[in-house]
């Protein structure tokens, strides 16, 4: 079958949406969080799983889902996803109470898992190979300005209207991308009769369930606890036995012949360390700017949304890039650049300037936003088209995973170094301690995000060796 691409820019506009919402949702939340203990009458702990519930779900679920697409195609799962979507958001917007509320996030989270798992398998069979990066691009792009726009549009709704509001935005436009999907996406099906691997997706989703859980509750207990080391050491079990598994299974979940396609692993785990560097620093510059400079927070909003807009300006410029270049001479720039903000960003003191601290933070945003549209485009080029669907969730997923790392990993390592540069522990934890001993913390940190995103580095420099290898042979 011939692909004419004619309704490329319709397609790509029924996947923005869906990227949109599911990456605006992710966010918007967050900031309701203290009117939803007042509204609904709850307290801080329980209303913590309005996020940590649609974010576990949509985690666990993504590579399901993206397989799923593979088998009976993928715009029978993404029409399915969008309107799951935007059911359990109107549902979300009327929950009566937090704990339905947290059920109905979950529902939400299963939507936007099929709409994430193939997005962009659907926008890399829409655009030829020569404009793939610029595609991609622009799908990075619309997920920057879903971090953006996430927390603003929320307080903006929330003080015109009620919290309520910050879900019924959803309707209108999942109503308009799943009309725009059923009308332009193509239905194209495995040509091959496929079953489903349920043993195998069981034993993933423990895994992930029991390691992001693990990652998430190490944040309260500490991650000395004995129950987050025994919930990680059932992750990893988990996992031995889904690959041994998967290697007796005929149609397994996901082929792990991927992975001897070296260029194929490289990408995918640059990508995990980038997403982990990413989360940590995103969570830790709040703390900075507010608690150890003293701004106020719609100053600490607006200077930390400065870094998603660079990332969603420099996306589909990369990715354009790559299309005429390659894709890993783009990504191993854009790492470059990165790793050069991280060590401007090991240099913040209590004196630093709103414009040394703006010149730090560019090559932090550029440097992502470069090397993101190319690393993908690298990725979805390197599988065949009947594992688009799994190619485009291993992605989900790692993305999501390495959020997840990076928050609760690197904050970790924040509160362990100012306590060490404290000389005691603090009873109000690392925030309470003096200033001088936060920002060593900090200090030490990004350093440590910048030898990660050099080992990302090197990783990337050697499949270019690789890749220049095989093209001479």
Known sequence: MTTTYSYKWHIMAAVGMGVFLATIDGSIVNVALPTLVRALNTDFATVQWVPLAYLLTLSTVLLSMGRLGDMIG????????????????????????????????????IGAAMT?????????????????????????????IGIVAGPTLGGILIDTFTWRWIFFVNLPVGIIGTLLTLRYVPYQRSA??????????????????????????GQQWGFTDRRVWLLLGTAVLLLIFFVRSEQRVAQPMINLGLFRNQLFSINLLTGLLAFIAVAGVFVLLPFYLENMLGYGPRQVGLLIAAVPILMGVTAPISGTLSDRYGTRPIATVGLVILVAGYLAMSRFTTNTSLLVYILAVLPFGAGMGIFQSPNNSAVMGSVP????????????????????????????????????????????????????????????????????ISMALALSAYGLVQERRKSKA
Request: overall charge positive.
């Open 192 to 217: 091959n009769a496929q079953r489903f691997d349920f043993a195998g997706a069981a034993i993933l989703f423990g895994s992930l369930l029991t390691m992001l859980g693990a990652l998430t509750l």
């Open 74 to 109: 993928k715009k029978p799962v993404y029409v399915t996803g969008f309107i799951l979507f935007t059911l359990s958001s109107m549902l979300c917007g009327m929950a009566p109470t937090i704990y339905w509320l947290i059920g109905f996030r979950v529902l939400q989270a």
């Open 385 to 452: 088209p009947q594992q688009l669907g799994i190619a485009s969730g291993l992605l989900a997923t790692t993305r999501n995973l390495g959020q997840t790392m990076g928050i609760a990993i690197l904050g970790a390592v924040w509160a362990s170094r100012v306590m060490t540069a404290a000389g005691e522990t603090i009873s109000g934890g690392a925030t309470a301690a003096p200033v001088a001993a936060q920002i060593a913390g900090l200090q030490d940190t990004f350093t440590i995000i910048a030898i990660l």
């Open 116 to 144: 994430q798992a193939l997005g962009i398998a659907i926008i890399t069979e829409a655009f030829p190979p020569s404009e793939r990066g610029k595609a991609l691009g622009i799908s990075g792009s619309l997920v920057s």
